[in-house]
């Protein structure tokens, strides 16, 4: 019988040992986590920022309108010096000449003014779909002179807002309260 010798060496080996193969799969683990973590706060301030361009565009559109038919406003809604309007819609609003001439005298309608509002309804119908929209518009003709000072103010609700995190409001008088309220509101003279 021959005797068989094993020998060992200790020279440095080409792979990686088992652990350091654990280590790096935990390593690797943990980052990915804080990766995937990430993700999903990058989507819900995506869509609270396409909801706030939402509300920026309607905001400007809604001054857009009221500057490019100033005279029409005035005539039909402000027809004397010092006249102060508001007026409150929604994406469920219907644009009625009762809506728009509350306590203004009886002819005071007018098309243009009608479909304006119509559109901003429409927009806001389809820009905040799924979740409740207020559009507040105060208006105030300056004296004789004709100038409006208009305030415009809108109000949304972002779904699953933290409730540690509650934006200042800027118009009490707009819109509701609660977790997830948001605001934008312009001031200007037209």
């Known amino acids: 019988m021959t005797n068989k010798v094993f020998e060992f060496s200790i020279a440095p080996s080409n792979g990686f040992t088992l652990i350091e193969v654990m280590i790096s799969v935990v390593i690797l683990t943990v980052s990915l986590l804080g990766v995937a973590g990430m993700y999903g706060f990058a989507a819900k301030f995506a869509y609270e920022s396409q909801q706030h361009a939402q509300a920026v565009y309607t905001v400007n559109d809604i001054l857009e309108r009221l500057r490019m038919d100033k005279l029409v406003w005035l005539n039909a809604i402000l027809p004397t010096a010092n006249s ?74 972002i779904h699953n807002a933290a409730s540690s995190f509650t934006p200042p409001v800027l118009n009490n008088d707009c819109g509701h309260t609660g977790i997830g309220r948001r605001q934008f509101m312009v001031q200007t003279v037209l």
Not at 146 to 155: F, M, S
């Open 84 to 157: 102060v309007f508001h007026f409150e819609f929604d994406a469920n609003s219907v644009a009625s000449a009762t809506v728009l001439c509350t306590n203004k005298k009886t002819e005071c309608a007018d098309e243009l003014a009608q479909k304006a509002v119509s559109d901003w309804i429409q927009h806001l119908a389809s820009a905040f779909a799924s979740i409740p929209v207020l559009v507040c518009l105060n208006m105030q003709r300056q004296h004789a002179e004709r100038l409006i000072q208009a305030t415009v103010t809108i109000n949304w609700f």
